[in-house]
């Protein structure tokens, strides 16, 4: 079992024992120690046509037993035009960093992984922004702080901070070479000896065969900011990460063991399946108004599924389409989910070495026709394999009704042939990809896509059409049919 975070409310430190409140007021101090030091803000007098946005402190008490309190702004106090502008600033996605692991996997790579502490205090503010002084540490004077660095909690934080990272740091003065098709992904290389750099905002996750280039790029990093003590990755994102032989194993059991701490069924019996074969959400929207976390707990399924559980996707993005009109029934639902979850909570994701350098993307596609009763809405399942090993799993409805189970092939064929170029893009530029094949059990697909004639009954969905027509014609991708009982996408639908 693992030790879980445990979190607290300021006003809950004078209830400690002693020994405690001392332990919290040192990592308060160290955080407001931190803001002196990155020199954050000025204490001013608050001019009559500015307001003030407020702040709170974040505690944490970590797996590790480490203090850990950070100050935060309520960003939800400010206004676009005013207290910001811009907003975006990118992460790596999900499937781009489990192909980088394989990546690295195959390489030999020793993977370390980093995080830059109060990174966003890097960022400097181009807005004027005031914000109250924190719980704690007030000077009743009635002054305000004027922000001169990003904090966490602004809107424009995130972005402030990539930028300086991305620009000062990792291009100029490390020699990384960042992907045209990832932003978040670096690569260097020195004679053929290659260092992969994952940022996913202040997180960092570092690979490479020569240790001692790989500690030389984090006393770089180390001179340029203040970083934590780099430690051989074992958890990146929440995610577990094991390398072991020739054999990658990625699980989430310590989320899972939260969720089920939270909804208090830690202690509950588990079942065998997420949910019925022929169950949709039609089944679950007849009964008694469900007023709970519904939403709450759909959204940490789905980040659940589509980060290391596929085989629950199909099954909350079911009752996902219910969150608007929550029944009993579709809270039970969600429930047997968990417990699902509770008897599989050990189950990983297993990848394998392969040859990087004579490799294939496969796509595996599937789609339902009309299963659920109320809108006839077809449903698309699509799975993407580099080198069989599974790196990018998605559930969608289809948003037109499909008149034919071919119509919802083709549908689910041109979404999943779009993420398949994709990946196919940040894939090249670092290792050779030999060919896009798509796998299709649907013979009358297939033969549609051949046919150049169109079909009047499918001018609808023309333009999907012709898509994937085009993208055959070009040799872009092999569509090769394979029977429904090898159709591994067949889970998703």
């Not at 009964?287 to 940490?300: D, I, K, Q, T």
Request: with cysteine; charged share 25%; hydrophobic share 40%.
């Amino acid at each position: 079992m693992f030790c879980q975070e445990e979190t607290l409310k300021f006003h809950d430190i004078s209830t400690l024992p002693h020994s405690e409140q001392q332990n919290w007021k040192a990592a308060l101090d160290e955080e407001m120690e931190s803001m002196k030091e990155n020199e954050v803000w000025d204490l001013e007098e608050l001019s009559m046509d500015r307001k003030a946005i407020s702040c709170r402190w974040v505690l944490r008490k970590k797996r590790d037993g480490m203090y850990k309190a950070r100050l935060v702004t309520r960003g939800i106090m400010q206004k676009e035009g005013v207290d910001y502008f811009e907003t975006f600033s990118p992460v790596i996605s999900m499937p781009a960093l489990r192909l980088l692991l394989i990546i690295m996997l195959n390489e030999n790579s020793n993977v370390l992984v980093l995080d830059v502490k109060t990174a966003f205090l890097n960022g400097e503010l181009n807005e004027t922004i005031y914000m109250d002084q924190p719980k704690g540490y007030d000077d009743n004077t009635g002054r305000k702080y004027k922000l001169k660095k990003s904090l966490f909690g602004l809107r424009q934080a995130p972005r402030q901070w990539y930028q300086k990272l991305k620009f000062l740091n990792f291009v100029n003065k490390l020699g990384f070479k960042q992907l045209n098709s990832e932003s978040c992904i670096f690569i260097r290389q020195v004679n053929s000896k290659k260092i992969f750099m994952a940022l996913y905002v202040d997180d960092l996750l570092l690979g490479g065969s020569d240790v001692q280039e790989i500690n030389v790029i984090i006393d770089m990093l180390s001179k340029e900011f203040k970083m934590s003590k780099s430690e051989k990755a074992s958890e990146f994102l929440g995610i577990r990460i094991e390398f072991i032989s020739d054999n990658l194993f990625l699980d989430q059991e310590s989320y899972i063991l939260r969720l089920l701490k939270k909804y208090k069924i830690l202690d509950c019996n588990p079942c065998s399946i997420p949910i019925e074969t022929k169950e949709t959400s039609a089944t679950f929207e007849k009964g008694n108004h469900f007023n709970g976390p519904y939403r709450e707990l759909v959204g940490s399924l789905l980040y659940l599924a589509y980060v290391s559980r596929p085989d629950i996707l199909f099954s909350v993005n079911c009752l996902s389409q219910l969150q608007e009109h929550p029944t009993d029934a579709a809270w039970c639902a969600l429930k047997k989910i968990l417990r699902y979850l509770k008897g599989t909570a050990k189950m990983k994701i297993n990848y394998k070495k392969c040859n990087l350098y004579d490799s294939d993307l496969s796509l595996y596609v599937d789609a339902d026709w009309g299963s659920n009763s109320n809108d006839r809405k077809s449903v698309s399942g699509y799975l993407i394999m580099f080198c069989s090993n599974p790196i990018l799993w998605c559930v969608n409805k289809q948003k037109c009704i499909a008149l034919s189970s071919t119509e919802a092939e083709v549908i689910a064929l041109s979404k999943g042939v779009q993420d398949l170029l994709g990946i196919k893009g940040i894939a090249s530029e670092i290792v050779c990809v030999k060919n896009l094949i798509v796998s299709e059990d649907n013979q009358s697909c297939i033969k549609c896509i051949a046919n150049e004639n169109n079909f009047g009954r499918m001018k609808y969905i023309d333009i999907k059409l012709k898509f994937i027509r085009d993208i055959v014609s070009r040799n872009k991708i092999n569509i090769e049919y394979i029977s429904t009982g090898n159709q591994i996408a067949d889970m998703l639908t």
